[in-house]
């Protein structure tokens, strides 16, 4: 079935130091999600992709989708304690309503 | 405007017993979805609603789990006899057409 595959598991960072999470799909994708769980939180919306090779940031996040729209990465620049938390991507199944998320990547900063 | 409202937040529970959880989507939004969160198997859809109408319920573990949406501003899942490997934390989500979910707070459920 469709899978949804991210790496790393884990990524422990000093502050100040970039960050990259990476996202890969074993089918192609119409968009791809990306979301931020704080610990004991829920996941929070950051941003949707749809276009080949689309690239969009937000502050310190960089957002990119691949050409193929089968793969999409995160990368924060000058990580923060505020960074702390779990990035997860999600892809829709077979262009449905219904998302397949990522294992998600934890992301742990010290300061 | 108020996000995803789900309860009760937290629920502990005896094996055998039933368990429901309830969820208020964002108004407006018509696709709802239950989503299940452990450690072990990660955020899992459990199954989701169209204007209130069960689309895609494949998620759903066993005959145990049941969900309904009697309205648009209210679902329900319930969990009846509940087990200790239900034990997980339990969120809603809801929807527009633009694919965006936004997640509750969620349910901690514990099974003892």
């Known amino acids: 079935g469709q899978q949804v595959m991210q790496i790393p598991q884990y990524q422990h960072v000093q502050e100040g130091e970039d960050f990259t999470t990476y996202c890969n799909s074993s089918t192609t994708l119409s968009n791809i999600q990306w979301y931020k769980q704080r610990p004991g939180g829920h996941p929070v919306f950051l941003i949707q992709?749809?276009?080949?090779?689309e690239v969009k940031k937000q502050k310190r996040l960089t957002f990119q989708f691949g050409e193929a729209k089968k793969n999409s990465s995160l990368h924060i620049t000058a990580t923060q304690t505020t960074d702390v938390g779990t990035y997860f991507c999600?892809?829709?199944?077979?262009?449905?309503?219904?998302?397949?998320f990522g294992s998600g990547t934890r992301l742990l900063v010290r300061p | 405007d108020a996000g995803v409202i789900q309860s009760p937040r937290h629920e502990v529970t005896e094996m055998g017993q039933e368990v429901t959880l309830r969820c208020k989507p964002i108004s407006g939004h018509d696709y709802l979805f239950w989503y299940r969160q452990t450690m072990m198997r990660g955020l899992e859809l459990l199954i989701y609603f169209n204007n209130n109408v069960p689309i895609d319920d494949s998620g759903m573990p066993e005959d145990r789990f049941s969900a309904k949406m009697p309205n648009a501003s209210f679902s329900t899942l319930k969990i009846q006899p509940s087990e200790p490997r239900d034990s997980a934390v339990y969120f809603c989500?809801?929807?527009?057409?633009?694919?965006?979910?936004?997640f509750g707070p969620g349910t901690r459920l514990t099974v003892t």
């Open positions: 989500a809801s929807s527009t057409n633009s694919y965006e979910q936004y």
């Open positions: 992709l749809v276009k080949s090779g």
């Open positions: 999600a892809g829709p199944k077979d262009s449905s309503y219904k998302l397949i």
